[in-house]
Protein backbone atom coordinates (compact mmCIF):
# COMPACT_ATOMS: atom_id res chain seq x y z
CA UNK A 1 0.00 0.00 0.00
CA UNK A 2 2.67 2.15 0.95
CA UNK A 3 4.33 2.27 -2.30
CA UNK A 4 1.39 2.42 -4.45
CA UNK A 5 1.41 5.94 -2.49
CA UNK A 6 4.95 6.88 -3.39
CA UNK A 7 4.26 5.94 -6.83
CA UNK A 8 1.74 7.75 -6.92
CA UNK A 9 3.19 10.77 -5.05
CA UNK A 10 6.84 10.58 -7.01
CA UNK A 11 4.76 10.80 -10.55
CA UNK A 12 2.70 13.60 -9.32
CA UNK A 13 5.50 15.70 -7.83
CA UNK A 14 8.27 15.13 -10.75
CA UNK A 15 6.45 16.48 -13.70
CA UNK A 16 6.19 20.02 -12.17
CA UNK A 17 9.84 20.11 -11.87
CA UNK A 18 10.09 18.97 -15.61
CA UNK A 19 8.08 21.57 -16.96
CA UNK A 20 9.13 24.59 -14.86
CA UNK A 21 13.08 23.29 -15.78
CA UNK A 22 12.75 24.16 -19.02
CA UNK A 23 9.81 27.06 -18.85
CA UNK A 24 12.51 29.03 -16.43
CA UNK A 25 15.07 28.72 -18.66
CA UNK A 26 14.10 32.74 -20.00
CA UNK A 27 15.14 31.95 -23.40
CA UNK A 28 13.91 28.44 -24.25
CA UNK A 29 10.76 29.24 -25.29
CA UNK A 30 12.29 31.45 -27.77
CA UNK A 31 14.99 29.59 -29.16
CA UNK A 32 13.86 26.37 -28.83
CA UNK A 33 10.05 26.36 -29.38
CA UNK A 34 9.41 23.07 -30.74
CA UNK A 35 11.23 21.34 -27.61
CA UNK A 36 9.54 23.60 -25.25
CA UNK A 37 6.20 22.21 -26.72
CA UNK A 38 7.46 18.76 -26.78
CA UNK A 39 7.89 19.52 -23.19
CA UNK A 40 4.78 20.77 -22.21
CA UNK A 41 3.29 18.40 -23.92
CA UNK A 42 4.84 15.66 -22.25
CA UNK A 43 4.32 17.18 -19.02
CA UNK A 44 0.84 17.71 -19.49
CA UNK A 45 0.90 13.78 -20.50
CA UNK A 46 2.54 12.37 -17.14
CA UNK A 47 0.12 15.02 -14.79
CA UNK A 48 -3.11 12.93 -16.53
CA UNK A 49 -1.49 9.08 -16.21
CA UNK A 50 -0.36 10.13 -12.41
CA UNK A 51 -4.09 11.45 -11.27
CA UNK A 52 -5.20 8.19 -12.86
CA UNK A 53 -2.74 6.65 -10.54
CA UNK A 54 -4.46 8.51 -7.99
CA UNK A 55 -7.87 7.34 -9.03
CA UNK A 56 -7.08 3.88 -8.95
CA UNK A 57 -5.34 3.99 -5.66
CA UNK A 58 -8.37 5.93 -3.67
CA UNK A 59 -10.66 3.69 -5.58
CA UNK A 60 -9.14 0.89 -4.32
CA UNK A 61 -9.48 2.17 -1.08
CA UNK A 62 -13.17 2.46 -1.21
CA UNK A 63 -12.99 6.57 -1.94
CA UNK A 64 -15.18 7.07 -4.85
CA UNK A 65 -16.38 10.60 -4.26
CA UNK A 66 -14.95 12.94 -5.59
CA UNK A 67 -12.38 15.08 -3.17
CA UNK A 68 -13.33 18.77 -2.54
CA UNK A 69 -9.87 21.00 -3.11
CA UNK A 70 -8.88 23.17 0.16
CA UNK A 71 -10.02 26.78 0.92
CA UNK A 72 -7.46 28.86 0.23
CA UNK A 73 -8.80 31.66 -1.59
CA UNK A 74 -7.45 34.20 1.19
CA UNK A 75 -3.38 34.42 2.81
CA UNK A 76 -4.71 32.91 6.05
CA UNK A 77 -6.69 30.08 4.77
CA UNK A 78 -3.75 29.06 2.80
CA UNK A 79 -1.70 28.90 5.76
CA UNK A 80 -4.13 27.62 7.78
CA UNK A 81 -4.37 24.46 5.57
CA UNK A 82 -0.63 23.84 5.41
CA UNK A 83 -0.24 24.19 8.73
CA UNK A 84 1.33 27.30 9.59
CA UNK A 85 1.41 28.42 13.00
CA UNK A 86 1.78 32.11 12.01
CA UNK A 87 1.42 33.39 15.89
CA UNK A 88 3.96 31.11 16.57
CA UNK A 89 6.35 32.77 13.44
CA UNK A 90 5.99 35.91 14.25
CA UNK A 91 6.59 35.26 17.78
CA UNK A 92 10.08 33.77 16.64
CA UNK A 93 10.66 36.28 13.48
CA UNK A 94 9.96 38.81 17.25
CA UNK A 95 12.79 37.20 19.03
CA UNK A 96 14.81 36.91 16.31
CA UNK A 97 14.82 40.68 15.67
CA UNK A 98 15.27 41.67 18.80
CA UNK A 99 18.25 39.08 19.52
CA UNK A 100 19.97 38.45 16.39
CA UNK A 101 19.87 41.44 14.38
CA UNK A 102 21.72 43.73 17.02
CA UNK A 103 24.37 41.38 17.76
CA UNK A 104 24.99 41.27 13.79
CA UNK A 105 24.20 45.11 13.60
CA UNK A 106 27.38 45.50 16.38
CA UNK A 107 29.68 43.26 14.29
CA UNK A 108 29.40 44.93 11.07
CA UNK A 109 30.14 48.24 12.75
CA UNK A 110 33.00 46.69 14.42
CA UNK A 111 34.25 45.33 11.13
CA UNK A 112 33.73 48.99 9.41
CA UNK A 113 35.61 50.16 11.96
CA UNK A 114 38.77 48.51 11.99
CA UNK A 115 38.63 48.65 7.83
CA UNK A 116 38.71 52.69 8.25
Known amino acids: MQMRFKIVFNAICREPYRLFFHLGILSGPFYAPL ?3 RILGSSIE ?4 ARLLLVRVLVGHGIKEPIPPPDIATKQKAQKFIGLDMEKLKADKKTFLETVVPVWDGEKKNTLTKLI
Open 35 to 37: KTA
Open 46 to 49: KAQE
